[in-house]
């Protein structure tokens, strides 16, 4: 039997296999590599679902669309005497069923008719319903109010930022929930 000592001292190389890189070595670099590729694709596709949302949203509403711990659905009317839309039923639908697969569809673009409308507005009593977004539990004031009008084509807007888009496929499923959450959210 030969120890390292015996086998330097005979001329014999005491490194193994697996310290020259052997063909183990390039399994592991390239499922590494493998990984690292499939990773950055995975982020591309990610920021291609989203770029248009991102841009019409804004990254404050989106992001609070997304995470927003509180959010309320709203019936929306012109008020007769100011002529301004409001809120007249207020509802918290924070653990609403659903509204988890909702947030992701209002920030996906594939769900929604691009591009943009350019120039005309919608007049005020066009707009039905509304979801509001508070980043905190007890907040009064929502950090994004998205405005939706389910007559149609389908449109929605984010209140203070200028353009709509058509809701396209994202219409029926919406018009369904906020249905359904209106009937079962006391």
Not at 12 to 17: L, R
Not at 60 to 67: L, M, N, Y
Not at 73 to 81: E, F, G, H, S
Not at 150 to 173: C, F, H, I, M, Y
Request: aromatic share 8%; proline share 6%.
């Amino acid at each position: 039997m030969m120890t390292a000592a015996s086998r330097r001292s005979a001329g014999a190389d005491p490194t193994t296999a697996a310290d020259k890189g052997g063909p183990g070595s390039a399994l592991v670099i390239g499922l590494l590599a493998l990984a690292v590729a499939l990773a950055l694709f995975a982020v591309w596709f990610q920021w291609n679902q989203t770029r248009r949302c991102l841009g019409f949203y804004g990254t404050e509403a989106a992001r609070s669309i997304q995470g927003a711990p509180r959010v309320e659905l709203w019936r929306l009317a012109v008020d007769p005497v100011t002529g301004r839309l409001g809120a007249i039923d207020r509802r918290e639908v924070s653990r609403a069923p659903g509204l988890v697969h909702l947030r992701r569809g209002l920030v996906e673009d594939a769900n929604f008719a691009w591009p943009t409308p350019a120039g005309d507005r919608r007049p005020a009593d066009a707009w039905d319903h509304a979801l509001a977004f508070f980043d905190a539990v007890d907040g009064e004031r929502p950090t994004a109010v998205v405005a939706i009008d389910l007559d149609g084509e389908g449109w929605l807007t984010v209140a203070g930022r200028p353009g709509r888009v058509a809701l396209g496929r994202l219409q029926k499923g919406l018009r369904t929930w906020i249905e359904a959450t209106s009937r079962d959210v006391p």
